[in-house]
């Protein structure tokens, strides 16, 4: 069964400070991946996806992704965080026989200090 | 920007009561889904519908669950009898094709006393 890990729970940073919030999956099959963010009391935002074609993508505010496929990762990076980046953060994994469905990971909680 | 909506935001019901839960996915999508979110974990898939019919479900999605698409544009999910651990989130989701992303809705809270 495919699924996936996020290796941090918690991610602490200053703002203005690089970050990267680790993402691994698992699957013997092609896979599409995605970043979610999810603002306190608010739904999944979508920030950005890999469904083919190069492997580094950029998504909204700032942030992009590399997808690894001998490392089977998909780590999510920006160069410069702002207080406003504060969010939980889920990385998903679909498979293309398996419809639309998406597993997600854990989460990681992303703090940016002043 | 086309959205997700759902409908209420916040449900509060008695153990082994009914709950309905209601969803207007975007106009041209095809694909609906439901996830649930336990206060602190992660997000559960719970069913994925296409074509009019359930195209997956989870463990989770036991016979107390069912989804329906009632007209061209809601998507709701009831819970016949509810349990205590059914306090969750409820995210709606649709997508226009698969694989593609998912757009979410801002959930429905069910709170379960």
């Known amino acids: 069964a495919q699924s996936v890990t996020q290796l941090d729970s918690q991610v602490p940073v200053f703002e203005e400070a690089p970050v990267e919030l680790r993402c691994n999956y698992s699957?013997?099959?092609?896979?599409?991946l995605f970043w979610y963010v999810q603002y306190p009391n608010q739904g999944l935002q979508l920030l950005l996806k890999?469904?083919?074609?190069?492997?580094l993508v950029k998504g909204i505010n700032g942030f992009e992704a590399e997808f690894n496929k001998s490392q089977t990762s998909f780590h999510l990076r920006k160069p410069s965080v702002h207080i406003s980046d504060t969010a939980e953060y889920f990385c998903?994994?679909?498979?293309?026989?398996?419809?639309?469905?998406?597993?997600f990971g854990q989460g990681t909680e992303l703090s940016v200090k002043p | 920007e086309p959205e997700v909506t759902q409908t209420p935001s916040h449900q509060v019901t008695q153990m082994g009561q009914e709950v309905i839960l209601r969803c207007v996915p975007i106009?041209?999508?095809?694909?609906f889904y439901w996830y649930r979110q336990i206060l602190g974990q992660k997000v559960e898939f719970l069913v994925s519908?296409?074509?009019?019919?359930?195209?997956?479900k989870s463990e989770i999605f036991d016979d107390q669950f069912s989804v329906e698409r009632p007209d061209g544009s809601n998507f709701t999910l009831k819970i016949r009898s509810t349990k205590l651990e059914d306090s969750a989130m409820y995210f709606c989701?649709?997508?226009?094709?698969?694989?593609?992303?998912?757009?979410f809705g801002n959930g429905t809270r069910l709170t379960v006393t």
């Open positions: 519908f296409y074509n009019n019919e359930i195209s997956e």
């Open positions: 106009s041209n999508h095809l694909y």
């Open positions: 699957s013997s099959v092609s896979v599409y």
């Open positions: 989701a649709s997508s226009e094709r698969a694989p593609s992303p998912l757009h």
């Open positions: 998903a994994v679909g498979r293309g026989n398996q419809g639309g469905k998406l597993i």
């Open positions: 890999y469904l083919s074609g190069s492997t």
